[in-house]
């Protein structure tokens, strides 16, 4: 674990020094690793998701079940109804969470404490594949239906905000929040990144892949490259980016409007896979022989006097 959080670490601080951020003197990102939770071997982790109180809430898709890992390391297994079998999972309260069903195309809300179930249909068409949930209480869905994806806004008025043509099996979109806003990329590199706020609105389409290095790295006959995740921290974006053929992976850092700043590449099976822009936390997981949750918490560092 130790060499795992070491190389984390010394990536995110290269990646994310002063030329990442436009400060009067040089900054530096700082993670601090809080706690690390180990997966059990089976569980075959599909999500992972911040709650409050830096609750930790993780899932897989083919199972009626969410797992919450409590601040003091406390595991918590809740069992949904037998049919769900989520794609999302949100911490609305103490109480509270809600569980999208990507076969049924329902939103259960369940009370954690006091066992109580309610379910809702959402009015999309298809499988969701993909979902999130906004501040707002809005949600982005991604459907797959009759050889077409889509990506919905579910909210007081549900629109569509775009579709495309069927992706390859285990191609299809990672989504974040940030902010408001939410981030939504393709798993192929070559595709744009999109920016969509509280209303589904597009405000801005940005490329990973916009630098030549990380073009060159892209299209590679040696290489198979993916996009694992798109997070927010601050005013910066972070792409991670993996090859699944040498296991490298990639973390290139974009300003607030999706222009290039740095990248870094190390070796590992790691990928940051959330942030919360509240609480300061970033998750981060590591695939070996077995899953790890790392949560961490960020703050910049001015690198000219040492101090906040």
């Known amino acids: 674990m130790k060499a795992y959080s070491s190389v984390l670490m010394k990536a995110a601080l290269i990646l994310l020094q002063s030329a990442c ?22 569980v075959a982790l599909a999500g992972v ?21 409590s601040e003091d390391g406390t595991r918590t297994t809740f069992n949904l109804p037998r ?3 989520p794609i999302s999972v949100d911490q609305l309260s103490d109480a ?13 809300r369940i009370d954690i404490k006091r066992g109580g179930v309610e379910s809702r249909s959402i009015a999309v068409s298809g499988e969701i594949r993909t979902a999130i949930r906004l501040p707002s209480g809005s949600r982005l869905l991604q459907t797959r239906d009759a050889g077409i994806e889509r990506v919905f806004f579910v909210g007081r008025q549900s629109k569509q905000v775009f579709e495309s043509e069927a992706l390859k099996d285990g191609d299809g979109f990672t989504m974040s929040l940030w902010g408001s806003n939410a981030i939504l990329a393709f798993r192929d590199p070559t595709l744009p990144a999109i920016i969509v706020d509280t209303t589904g609105r597009i405000l801005k389409t940005f490329k ?4 030549e290095s990380v073009a060159s790295a892209v299209r590679s006959d040696s290489s198979l490259w993916t996009t694992l995740t798109v997070i927010g921290v601050d005013d910066e974006l972070l792409a991670t980016l993996a090859d699944f053929k040498s296991g490298t992976r990639m973390l290139i850092a974009f300003d607030s409007v999706g222009n290039f ?5 190390f070796a590992g ?22 899953s790890e949750v790392i949560l961490y918490k960020w703050r910049w560092r001015n690198f000219s006097n040492r101090s906040e």
């Open 96 to 108: 509270l969470i809600e569980v999208v069903d990507s076969e049924s195309r329902q939103i259960y």
């Open 208 to 211: 990973l892949n916009q630098h």
């Open 83 to 85: 049919e769900v079998r």
């Open 49 to 69: 998701a911040i709650g409050s109180h830096r609750n930790l809430w993780v899932w897989e898709t083919d199972q009626p079940a969410v797992i919450r890992f």
């Open 269 to 290: 099976m790691v990928s940051l896979v959330a942030s919360d822009e509240k609480q300061k936390r970033i998750v981060a997981v590591r695939r070996m022989n077995h």
């Open 21 to 42: 951020r436009s400060r009067e003197s040089e900054t530096q990102l700082e993670l601090t690793a809080e706690r690390t939770y180990l997966i059990p071997d089976s």
């Open 261 to 265: 700043r740095r990248k870094t590449s």
